[in-house]
């Protein structure tokens, strides 16, 4: 199955993406739309390869929240996680070995619904979280950045909402950067609507733009999850599996059943969601992967199968005297990414064999349209979600410029302090140096008695990056003497 955004040069990459895998002999699909259009966000074309078992290939074209001149592609084989690893380096080598490519221009493309095909996923899994019924009338507002974002407009309409959409273009279509206010207060106010959705090229990364009491507040993905996290545990008593990329907000872990860290990407997250349904994973995907759990005493505990994250449910479970017990996971990150699903754990009496399971499809890449329609909800029940989590505690992200060589220098010349406590700005801040399961360092956490930051190399970018969640009076100030701590005497 062959989708894209909608960038200027969809048709064209999608007829010569078509063409050349219709010529290799492959059985092409796309979604129904315009002629020669195919448009799917990205999770949608992800959760297919699962949702159909006659499509075990997914090619979505889209370069995200980035300028409209970019191209970019994103491809799920037989499982909807992301390339990376061996695999991922094997198909580049022979992508950069091939002289000639040969087309099929006279293909047939079998045209699917695979929207609606998500959107009754979607709908079966919030069935199992909480009853959807108070959007139903609710004048809400969607601003897709690019496109029209069929998907999320369709499920909105479908669970009864009165959908405005604004259909201007923003290039780079990221909302997590790019917010007119002025525009979408009068959208709001002109459609007596109060609240926003505002959304990326290929929808895994939102924003959201709320009236509450009569002013307006933005809000990013860390604090609509961690909000969302929070009210669903307290209000709702919803068991929640935290497993959350180590950047990301730390403000629900209090309210969760369990938390587990992971290194920034789904690429992470995806080991760990199909360590708990005992899938397979590829053991380069394990290798490379940063995986932490919290034990009862805060502790982070390295991971590189699913037995000790198995063991530490059924120790919690024990210690609550549970044997059988439904769980809200939440895979999560900091820029956007969100995906749930419902882990069933059962454990017989008797025989002390416990069974983990889900009645769902495994989707371990960004699905984060579930959370949206969730959150939407709960603002139209009334909750609000700047009284949702701690307001005392700013988090935020800062980098510093820094080529290949100078990260790879200051990562390494840091790691003498792994373990140990330094003083930086007066305060003291004992050192974590967190690895994957190849015990290379990808990730430092600095800690100090009221703040918890982080720095990692840049994957896409000439820099650092710095993360901070501290005192909301000093945080910024103390991210900065961070940050010149580190490039002074590290760089």
């Given at each position: 199955?062959?989708?894209?955004?909608?960038?200027?040069?969809?048709?064209?990459?999608?007829?010569?993406?078509?063409?050349?895998?219709?010529?290799?002999?492959?059985?092409?699909?796309?979604?129904?739309?315009?002629?020669?259009?195919?448009?799917?966000?990205?999770?949608?074309?992800?959760?297919?390869?699962?949702?159909?078992?006659?499509i075990n290939l997914i090619i979505v074209l889209t370069a995200s929240h980035n300028e409209l001149s970019w191209n970019g592609i994103k491809f799920y084989i037989e499982y909807p996680m992301p390339m990376s690893g061996r695999i991922f380096k094997d198909i580049s080598r022979r992508a950069l070995n091939y002289k000639e490519i040969y087309l099929k221009t006279d293909y047939n493309a079998i045209q699917i619904d695979t929207i609606k095909k998500n959107n009754d996923y979607v709908k079966k899994l919030l069935s199992g979280v909480l009853e959807i019924t108070s959007i139903k009338g609710k004048n809400i507002v969607i601003w897709p950045y690019l496109g029209k974002a069929r998907g999320i407009v369709d499920l909105f309409k479908d669970y009864g909402a009165n959908v405005i959409l604004i259909e201007e273009e923003i290039n780079p279509p990221n909302p997590i950067k790019i917010i007119y206010e002025k525009k979408l207060k009068d959208a709001m106010e002109q459609n007596d609507s109060k609240i926003a959705l505002l959304l990326d090229a290929d929808r895994d990364r939102i924003a959201l733009y709320v009236k509450q009491n009569g002013e307006y507040f933005t809000y990013i993905p860390n604090e609509i999850y961690s909000a969302m996290h929070n009210i669903l545990a307290k209000?709702?008593?919803?068991?929640?599996?935290?497993?959350?990329?180590?950047?990301?907000?730390?403000?629900?872990?209090?309210?969760?059943?369990?938390?587990?860290?992971?290194?920034?990407?789904?690429?992470?997250?995806?080991?760990?969601?199909?360590?708990?349904?005992?899938?397979?994973?590829?053991?380069?995907?394990?290798?490379?992967?940063?995986?932490?759990?919290?034990?009862?005493n805060k502790k982070l505990i390295k991971i590189n199968n699913?037995?000790?994250?198995?063991?530490?449910?059924?120790?919690?479970?024990?210690?609550?005297?549970?044997?059988?017990?439904?769980?809200?996971?939440?895979?999560?990150?900091?820029?956007?990414?969100?995906?749930?699903?419902?882990?069933?754990?059962?454990?017989?009496?008797?025989?002390?064999?416990?069974?983990?399971?889900?009645?769902?499809?495994?989707?371990?890449?960004?699905?984060?349209?579930?959370?949206?329609?969730?959150?939407?909800?709960?603002?139209?029940?009334?909750?609000?979600?700047?009284e949702s989590i701690d307001w005392s505690i700013k988090g935020i992200n800062r980098t510093i410029p820094a080529i290949d060589e100078e990260k790879v220098k200051i990562m390494k010349n840091f790691n003498a302090f792994d373990g140990k406590t330094i003083v930086i700005g007066e305060k003291d801040y004992q050192i974590h140096a967190l690895s994957d399961n190849n015990n290379n360092i990808d990730i430092y956490q600095l800690k100090s008695k009221d703040s918890t930051l982080y720095f990692r190399p840049s994957g896409t970018g000439p820099n650092v990056r710095f993360y901070i969640f501290g005192k909301r009076e000093t945080h910024l100030e103390e991210i900065h003497k961070v940050m010149e701590y580190i490039k002074n005497n590290f760089k």
């Open positions: 199955m062959i989708v894209s955004d909608n960038r200027p040069s969809k048709s064209l990459l999608l007829q010569y993406c078509s063409e050349i895998f219709a010529y290799d002999g492959f059985q092409i699909y796309h979604q129904q739309d315009s002629p020669n259009e195919s448009k799917v966000s990205s999770p949608y074309g992800a959760a297919s390869v699962a949702l159909y078992e006659d209000e709702f008593g919803k068991k929640i599996i935290n497993i959350r990329t180590i950047p990301s907000d730390l403000r629900g872990d209090h309210t969760s059943f369990l938390n587990i860290l992971t290194g920034v990407g789904y690429k992470h997250l995806g080991v760990i969601m199909y360590f708990l349904f005992g899938v397979e994973v590829e053991q380069s995907k394990v290798d490379t992967a940063i995986l932490y759990l919290e034990d009862q699913p037995v000790p994250l198995k063991q530490q449910i059924l120790e919690l479970m024990e210690l609550e005297n549970i044997d059988t017990e439904s769980y809200l996971n939440v895979y999560w990150e900091e820029s956007g990414g969100h995906t749930l699903n419902i882990l069933n754990v059962s454990k017989n009496p008797e025989t002390g064999e416990a069974e983990f399971s889900t009645d769902l499809p495994i989707i371990a890449d960004k699905y984060p349209v579930p959370a949206l329609v969730l959150i939407t909800e709960l603002i139209c029940r009334g909750f609000v979600i700047s």
